[in-house]
């Protein structure tokens, strides 16, 4: 674990894999949970670090060094309930063979691969309401695209390293993309919703193939 200061406010966890990021952002959260961390106002995982904020409270960075001092990063933590989604898709996406070949087998087994894998929201960001799906097959954890895509359509549902995602809105991306939600899905983000992203940290995700539109 290295530490390392974002500005006098603020600090970032450096750590080997998600795992220990969940360990170190659960052990945070329950400090901050039982007000052993005042004046700390955010904690933001992602895949290999865990940013903590403290505006305008200095001081309490030092309580947040001293409770990671004695964190234990192989201990996994038991995973809030966030409730679970499930999501339909047509398997039409431009990467589909592509992901096939490498995964060294067919079309139709990437989507029986991809719908049978229950997937763990791991931490959101790129996009509000973009979330990190944790879980994949190790045969569907390839790398993004050489050259990415300058338009990729809201829905659009891909694979990219050990993660994989949907896009909430259309954006540039290198995912590599399986296919894409039905039209009757439910909204990813919404400002008016509280929360506003569907898909939170902890919620279970499971992809159903809903055949050709």
Known sequence: MEVLPVGPE???????????VAAVGAALRDALDRGELPGVVDVVPAARTVLV????????LGAVRSLLAGVDTTAVPAREAAGAVELDVHYDGEDLE?????????????IARHTGATL????????????????LPESLQQPRLDTPRPRVPAGSVGVAGEFGGVYPRTSPG????????????????????????????????????????
């Open 10 to 20: 603020a600090l970032l966890v450096h750590l080997e894999d998600l795992e220990a």
């Open 53 to 60: 904020t403290a505006p305008g409270a200095r001081e309490a």
């Open 98 to 110: 592509l992901v096939a070949r490498d995964a060294g087998c067919d079309v139709a087994e990437v």
């Open 120 to 135: 763990t929201v791991a931490f959101g960001g790129f996009a509000p309401g973009f979330a990190y799906l944790a879980g």
């Open 174 to 213: 290198g995912w590599r993309l399986l296919g894409r939600l039905t039209a009757d899905a439910p909204t990813l983000f919404d400002p008016d919703r509280d929360p506003p992203a569907l898909l939170q940290p902890g919620t279970t995700v499971r992809f159903r193939d809903a055949g050709s539109a």
